[in-house]
């Protein structure tokens, strides 16, 4: 396979080679893949978990456990106005 670089993307790599960090441009290409999988790997994981929150929340409102909207809606701008505030 041959793989025709940016030069941005080719300077990026000979950045990380003159940090001293890695040797070869294999192990800046090497070290990008393993990320990417890490990343991906962390996508799937909250996915799944949204999906099961979404599930959880779609049967509490099924059993008529569900907060009414306008409710939650001003319970978040609560929440903002006193972030704001600790923050200012």
Known sequence: ???TLKPEQ???IQEKLQ???YQTANEVI???FRLL???DKRYQEWLEETRQKV???LAELERG???DGEVVMAEL???IHQVRENHA
């Open 37 to 39: 999988e890490e990343r």
């Open 65 to 67: 456990e569900g907060v």
């Open 19 to 21: 940090s001293g960090k």
């Open 55 to 57: 599930a959880i929340g």
């Open 10 to 12: 080719e300077q990026f």
């Open 77 to 79: 701008r609560d929440m």
């Open 30 to 32: 090497v070290e990008a």
């Open 1 to 3: 396979m041959d793989i």
